[in-house]
């Protein structure tokens, strides 16, 4: 474990803690057609709430990835719980272990901006098939940040830079994406109700007071930090 936000999520076992949360997932993916015989890949997948819901909502092959070790365990006992067949990978999605277009479908759900952005979108372009698609939802400043709260952003999450819209699709299409759409979503990053848990035993008490300090950071900046959601693809 390397990131101290992540862990708090993982030692919680919060499911959709996305921006928007499970409820834009839902939302997005009434939308999307994802066919039966597609092989799907989630980025990042956490406790495998996304994946679970794309794997019975579709039928489709669903791959899920993770770098939490204790996500992955978590993931994996909601797929035993479930009787679903997902494959689990404990992996760096910076350095996937995936051959060359092996996905029709990429789904990443706030995990981009916890990596080297850009290293990270060659690999999903690298994974991806050639006419594939992909949807991520990732933190956006919804204008240039002070050195303060960018700072805070730094200590609270590891992230070393929060993209603006224009910079995110900038970056997607330096990487190869050359058909990037913004999907029309609610712009700001507020705080969605929580519903799916699986708290671990113990849980160090400094991830308590980090999780009140990430809900007030919410609370007193969700003006200033929002979230995009994208619709790649390389064709």
Known sequence: MMNQYLDLLAYFGIGG???GGFALTQSIFEKEKIEPHFSVL?????TGQTAS????K???SVTAIDINSMMVEKAKKRFVNEGLNIKTVLGDVQKMKFADETFDFVLSESVISFTNIPETLKELVRVLKREGSMIIIEMTAEQPLSNEVRE???ELYGVNQVLTEEEWITCLRQAGFTNVKEILTPPFLLPSEIDDIDESEKIPIH???LWDEHNDFVEKNNHLVGYRAFKCSLA
């Open 42 to 46: 989630d980025m990042g997948c956490g």
């Open 17 to 19: 803690a996305h921006p």
């Open 58 to 60: 579709f039928g489709c």
């Open 53 to 56: 819901y794309l794997t019975e």
């Open 152 to 154: 805070k952003i730094l």
């Open 207 to 209: 991830f308590y007071n």
